[in-house]
């Protein structure tokens, strides 16, 4: 399947490391299940890694915001 960002590249089932940066600051999600596009970085992600995803960003806001 090619990108639907960016149509530059078929997509590679992988395990990455995806970084998150928050008001200048940056944090990395590990291990995100995913398939990534090598030309552009793009990561399609399904319902349980999304929510893996979401909750760990959620939890850096808030501890960046002092919450």
Avoid at 1 to 21: I, N, W
Wanted: hydrophobic share 35%; charged share 30%; aromatic share 6%.
């Amino acid at each position: 399947m090619k990108c639907p960002v960016c149509g530059s590249a078929d997509l590679a089932r992988e395990k990455r490391d995806m970084p998150f940066t928050y008001r200048e600051q940056t944090t990395v999600v590990i291990e995100v299940d995913a398939d990534w596009c090598n030309a552009c970085g793009e990561a399609l992600i399904g319902p349980e890694q999304s929510d893996r995803v979401t909750t760990a960003m959620k939890r850096f806001r808030q501890q960046v915001d002092g919450g």
